[in-house]
């Protein structure tokens, strides 16, 4: 039990006196759960914890139902973890009180790659840029495989209109972690730069991300 371990080598007290970052992940969840169970300590409940999810990465799409299911993980403590890991991204996010400015694809990527990088399913995102090229708004347009059928310009095109954009920059995210675009992709790019062409909107690129890695389509020459 932790109570067994020396005192200098509990987690709470090695963070105050060494720091945060001198931690494992498993003594950092071991502070967020607080408490182990009767047959458990905190220490043995956070390293199930750790190993009910492949990668410490899946933590931050992990839905309470799948925190619970971890014997010893109730409600509370879910969302104890939950409540931590969104903190966590929000604080990864980059500069949260002004708006940023894409003047290069790897700026698209950087804005997007921490949140879509490890998502299980294919998300269509567009970013809608003002004037100076600042991302006023954010949104996701569908979630499924891409093909030129579900993406309407339509939809993309009306929020703009609705949020006086510029240009647009559309950006979705390959599970398999490899960005090179199918033949789907390239179909899906044309069709959305020539209504673009069409509303007086442009669309600036088409970014896909994989893992942790990305690909400009515009660079690709595709646009």
Do not use: W
Not at 6 to 11: G, L, N, S, T, V
Not at 27 to 50: D, F, P, Q
Not at 57 to 63: D, I, P, R, Y
């Amino acid at each position: 039990m932790i109570r067994d371990v020396h005192i200098a080598d509990r987690p709470r007290e090695r963070l105050v006196r060494q720091g945060a970052s001198s931690l494992s992940n498993q003594e950092l969840i071991a502070i967020l759960l607080r408490t182990g169970t009767k047959e458990e300590s905190v220490l043995h409940l956070a390293n199930r914890v750790l190993s009910f999810f492949d990668q410490i990465q899946e933590l931050k799409n992990a839905t309470i139902e799948e925190m619970m299911s971890v014997k010893g993980i109730g409600q509370a403590k879910a969302v104890q973890l939950l409540a931590a890991v969104e903190l966590g991204r929000r604080l990864s996010q980059k500069h949260p009180d002004k708006r940023y400015a894409i003047r290069s694809p790897q700026d698209a990527a950087s804005l997007l790659m921490a949140d879509m990088s490890s998502l299980k399913q294919e998300n269509f995102v567009v970013l809608f840029l003002n004037v100076k090229n600042q991302v006023i708004h954010q949104q996701t347009i569908f979630i499924g495989s891409l093909n030129a059928s579900i993406v309407h310009p339509r939809e993309i095109f009306r929020e703009a209109v609705k949020r006086s954009a510029a240009s647009i920059i559309c950006a979705h995210n390959h599970p398999s972690g490899n960005p090179n675009p199918s033949p789907e992709d390239i179909e899906v790019t044309q069709r959305l730069t020539e209504a673009g062409k069409i509303m007086g909107i442009e669309m600036l690129d088409h970014v896909i991300i994989g893992d942790h890695q990305f690909v400009s389509l515009k660079e690709l020459g595709y646009m």
